[in-house]
């Protein structure tokens, strides 16, 4: 970086992508992608990442060159907000990065994380973009069919989107992806939508509003006038979401100015969110970590996993196979189940992580331990 971009970047805000989106539906694979296309950018981007559970698997998939705060235990929506501020903070200062992702936990109400953001936002040029949530087309389908809490909590998560990425519509027939698109826009009609295999999507939702600076190979567009419009539209959108409305596209009937319409709608928001108590929407997602102490028989494990029960609804580890003594990350998300070979840097422990709603831990150790 040259001392005229440098200068720039000083002045720029740095814009903060969110992404959201219910346990499993793709968000890291979502991340993944956008590393990449910031990496080809030559753009230098700076990852929060936040895990129910005390380790951070999908973090060792991102390459080390990608600065990251891990927020283990807990949820950043509510029980670490405040730490949020401050991770965010020590990001900045410490890699300056152009462009900050958050991945939420899938329990996550985005709502409660733009307060975190915001606040960081008074004492150091962030600027919360977008929120991208990642929709899992085939489970929105199933839950909406029995109700319940989980599903409020997605429909909560794509009432606040800026932008929807209805994902893995490879395990949908036509007429269902019909369907959970007609769904997600009776909860947003206004967030610009996309439909995904494996997060296949457009990126340039994660592009800077004002071009990165001149001289980079970067494939995006450089925003003109327009652009720059859209971009505050966004900023609107945010706060419509957070005052608990479907976030809309801002256009020019809304006719005074952005400032004071802030203002307005941070009040909104406020009491709304004082009224429903947003937190307890996830308060019955539970999650179980385990270290595992020997290396794992490779079908005795599959079955294992295949047999977790229906309200384990999300797995995650890494595991050792007695077989060739190679090393994996596992992946189990609505009964699929996925290895992936990795080479893990540093000392990593074989560990899984459970997530559900009030499962038997104890049934579940059990299971663990027989593998
Ligand atoms: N069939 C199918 N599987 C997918 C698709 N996208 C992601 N997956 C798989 O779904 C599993 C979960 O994907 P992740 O990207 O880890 O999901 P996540 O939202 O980050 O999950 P959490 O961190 O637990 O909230 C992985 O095994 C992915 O490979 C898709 O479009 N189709």
């Known amino acids: 970086m040259n001392k005229q971009d440098h ?22 694979t979502l991340l993944n992608r956008v590393i990449d296309h910031y990496r080809l950018a030559d753009v230098k981007a700076a990852v929060v990442m936040n895990e129910i559970g005390e380790v951070n698997l999908d973090g060792q998939v991102i390459g080390g060159d990608v600065p990251m705060a891990e927020m283990l235990s807990g949820c950043i929506c509510c029980s670490m907000s405040g730490d949020l501020a401050v991770e965010l903070k020590k990001l900045v200062d410490d890699h300056r990065p152009e462009v900050i992702l958050i991945e939420a936990t899938g329990a996550a109400n985005p709502m409660e994380i733009i307060d975190a953001v915001t606040e960081t936002s ?14 899992d087309g085939p489970e929105l389908l199933a839950r909406s069919r029995r109700g319940g809490r989980t599903y409020k909590l997605m429909q909560e998560q794509i009432r606040c989107a800026t932008d929807l990425v209805v994902n893995k519509a490879d395990r949908l027939e036509a007429e269902e992806l019909i369907e959970v698109q007609q769904l997600v826009r009776e909860l947003n009609a206004y967030a610009p939508l996309t439909v995904t295999t494996r997060c296949e999507a457009d990126l340039s939702m994660f592009d800077a509003a004002g071009g990165w600076p001149a001289g980079r190979s970067h494939d995006g567009h450089i925003c003109g006038a327009s652009c720059a419009h859209e971009h505050r539209a966004v900023d609107k959108a945010i ?43 996830h308060a019955h997602v539970m999650a179980l970590t385990h270290y595992l102490e ?26 050792t196979l007695k077989e060739t ?41 059990a299971g663990l331990a027989k593998v």
């Open 122 to 135: 008074m004492y150091e040029r962030i600027e919360l973009r977008s929120i991208v949530t990642v929709v």
């Open 325 to 365: 003594g190679s090393r994996f990350l596992f992946q189990f998300a609505y009964r699929e189940l996925e290895l992936i070979r990795i080479t893990p840097q540093g000392d990593v422990k074989d560990v899984a992580v459970f997530i559900g709603e009030h499962f038997d831990k104890q049934a579940v150790l």
């Open 239 to 281: 706060l419509d979401a957070s005052a608990g409305k479907a976030a809309h596209v801002h256009d020019e009937a809304c006719g005074h100015d952005h400032g004071a319409c802030r203002h307005g709608h941070e009040e909104e928001a406020h009491s709304e969110r004082t009224e429903q108590h947003l937190h307890a929407s």
């Open 7 to 28: 200068a720039e970047q000083e002045e720029r805000s740095i814009p903060v992508h969110l992404l959201s989106g219910f346990l499993g539906s793709g968000k890291t």
């Open 294 to 319: 020997a290396a794992v028989d490779s079908h005795a494990f599959e079955a294992f996993v295949k047999g977790l029960p229906d309200n384990v609804y999300r797995a995650k580890g890494i595991v």
